[in-house]
């Protein structure tokens, strides 16, 4: 089947940032790519944190109350103490990532649970090569009802049961998918409607298959026996 990975939805274009890159940078680069979090990487491409709007959100509350001006005195300019601030220092580290083979559910989980907003997508050598987000998780639920349609004939009716139109057919409305026709067994319209269900964007299935041949296990018939 073809379910969809992380790898398939991620974003292979990621900003990141060295240890050493100022507070002042890192928040250029949040409001250039219109982002809320980058990555941090040694020279390697290995993620060493993440910082993210909230690290410097939290950063700039300390300054301001180490800053604080005592009564009669005038507050000082907000050059505060960022500007000696780097990555390294602001990160929170480790970072929560995922490898770009593991499955959508997986990332969906793994950001549930860690209550984050996006991670890290690492290949199998540890190396960033990519980003994905909640949004990315929740696009492959956009599909257009034609292309579950296409998607069901493809990877179910056809990769499966090499059966096409008129022998079996797919409709879609709504991401709810109804298969119709004949197939050889009746254990196959089960399993058809199962693989069917696991076909990305599919919200249900209706399952109006019919079979030539039952071949569904026959439970075994109890014989009466008499007391003696």
């Known amino acids: 089947m073809g379910r969809a990975r992380v790898r398939d939805v991620m974003t292979s274009e990621v900003v990141s940032v060295g240890e050493g890159v100022t507070f002042q940078q890192i928040v250029a ?8 979090a ?14 993210s709007e909230a690290d410097l ?17 005038q507050p000082r300019a907000a050059s505060w ?17 995922i490898e770009a ?7 969906a989980r793994l950001m549930e649970q860690r209550a ?18 909640r949004r990315d998780l929740l696009r492959v639920h956009l599909r257009s ?18 059966v096409t139109e008129p022998y ?22 089960a399993l058809a409607a199962q693989l069917t269900r696991s076909v990305d964007g599919v919200v249900d299935v209706v399952n109006r298959l019919t079979y030539r041949a039952d071949d569904a296990p026959f439970a075994p018939t109890r014989q009466a026996t008499s007391r003696q």
């Open 29 to 36: 680069l949040l409001s250039e790519y219109r982002i809320s």
């Open 38 to 51: 980058v990555p941090v990487v040694d020279d390697r491409r290995r993620v060493l944190g993440v910082v």
């Open 57 to 73: 959100t939290h950063q700039m509350i300390q300054d301001a109350g180490q800053h604080a001006p005592h009564r009669g005195c």
């Open 81 to 97: 103490s960022q500007e000696g601030i780097v990555a390294a220092e602001l990160m929170t580290s480790p970072a929560v990532t």
């Open 101 to 107: 083979e593991a499955s959508l559910a997986a990332a």
């Open 116 to 133: 984050v907003k996006r991670l890290p997508v690492l290949d199998r050598d540890g190396v960033l090569i990519g980003i994905v987000s």
């Open 145 to 162: 009802d034609e292309e579950i349609r296409r998607a069901v004939e493809k990877q179910v009716l056809w990769e499966w049961f090499q």
């Open 168 to 189: 079996v057919r797919a409709s879609v409305r709504d991401g709810v998918v109804t298969l119709i026709g004949e197939l050889p067994r009746r254990r196959q319209t």
